[in-house]
């Protein structure tokens, strides 16, 4: 039995919904199950149907539960259109940042159908893990690590940053993993004061910060880590600003728990490094859910007020970025807990002089 799917359709028949139209891939594997591309689901009430093409129908007869598997024969709009209206739906959600406007208006203006934005119902599910998304994740948080350790035993002036790159990402797909979760960042001396600096051709330099901020897919499930070590011996500028960031993470870590609020995980450790006087010089939130995607739900940031909760998985990444002398970030995942926090990530984080 589906009970995902079970989950969903409780929430139509108690909400008055027809249907749900469900076209974001991170949602359409979490409901059916299906790892595969070009995807969508219908679900009603007491049915449920998965739209895809040829490519991928024995794909899915292996992979999806509980789902009748329509052949769209290329024309996913028509496709659609017809199993929504060949089932009587009349009041159909959907995810407004992800329906096409051909595809509403196809729904809305030929097949008069009444259409009502429908978001975070799967997103809120998603963001309290199973035990096997857990375990998902920390297998990809290992092979990420293992990707650290070779990379930092190679690591020297003169490689360039494109170079560390490409040895993160083709170790941890020797390790197993299906790919990377987003596009990997190193980023050295100056340029590590930009948050998600590209990988370059700038080589490595004695004396040098180098941020990596990594992660690969297992299972379809996301890691995430980061690591600034620094080439040759740090000035004490250097040492300082490592210092801070680690602290603060230290500080949200050790007081991370169920029912805090978003904002406050987010000042654990803000006020840290706000209290050093860098606090200009960190402008992105502490932290993020990681799952099916590498950004999801739940968000510690200054704006958010929600509610962490048992079994969510979230970064701790605080850091700082000084213009033109370089950054610091440290990344941890950890495992929400009802008093505490279990941290998945175990790579050292004490200041690594190359």
């Known amino acids: 039995m589906n ?19 469900i076209s974001k891939p991170a949602n359409v594997t979490y409901i059916t199950g299906f790892k595969g591309d070009d995807s969508v689901a219908v679900v009603t009430k007491d049915e449920a149907f998965f739209l895809t093409d040829f490519r991928y129908i024995e794909q899915a007869k292996n992979e999806t539960d509980g789902f ?6 290329r024309d996913m709009n028509k496709a659609i259109s017809e199993c929504v209206s060949s089932i009587g739906i009349k009041k159909l959600g959907f995810e407004s940042d992800y329906m096409t406007y051909e595809t509403y208006s196809i729904l809305k203006e030929t097949y008069k159908i009444g259409l009502k934005p429908l978001n975070n119902v799967i997103e809120s599910s998603r963001s ?7 375990e998902n994740i920390k297998r990809a948080q290992s092979i990420a690590e293992n990707a650290l350790k ?9 490689m360039k940053e494109k170079d560390i790159a490409a040895e993160i990402e083709y170790f941890m797909r020797k390790e197993g993993a299906e790919g990377t979760s ?10 590590s004061a930009l948050p998600h600096g590209k990988p370059s051709e700038k080589t490595i330099e004695n004396g040098n910060f180098v941020t990596c901020d990594f992660g690969c897919k297992y299972n379809a ?26 602290n603060a993470q230290k500080h949200a870590i050790e007081n991370l728990k169920a029912n805090i609020k978003e904002n406050e995980g987010d000042y654990l450790a803000r006020s840290i490094i706000e209290n050093e006087g860098y606090g200009k ?70 200041l690594i002089e190359i």
Do not use: W
Request: hydrophobic share 40%.
């Open 128 to 134: 309290i893990k199973d035990e096997k998304e857990i």
């Open 3 to 21: 009970k995902r799917l079970a989950k969903l359709q409780d929430f139509l028949i108690q909400h008055d919904f027809d249907g749900y139209y």
């Open 150 to 158: 070779h990379v930092l035993s190679i690591m020297k002036v003169g």
């Open 221 to 246: 499930y996301c890691s995430d880590m980061t690591r600034t070590v620094c080439i040759g011996k740090a000035t004490e500028e250097q040492r300082k600003i490592y210092s801070t960031v680690l």
């Open 281 to 350: 010089y960190f402008g992105h939130s502490l932290g993020h859910g990681v799952g099916l995607e590498i950004h999801e739900m739940p968000f510690m940031a200054k704006d958010k007020t929600g509610s962490l909760k048992i079994n969510m998985v979230v970064t701790v990444e605080p850091g700082i970025y000084i213009p033109n002398l370089g950054g610091v970030r440290i990344e941890d995942m950890v495992l929400i807990r009802e008093n505490d926090v279990l941290n998945l990530t175990i790579a050292p984080k004490d």
């Open 68 to 73: 009748s598997i329509v052949d769209n024969n």
């Open 182 to 191: 987003f596009d990997t960042i190193v980023a050295s001396g100056f340029r």
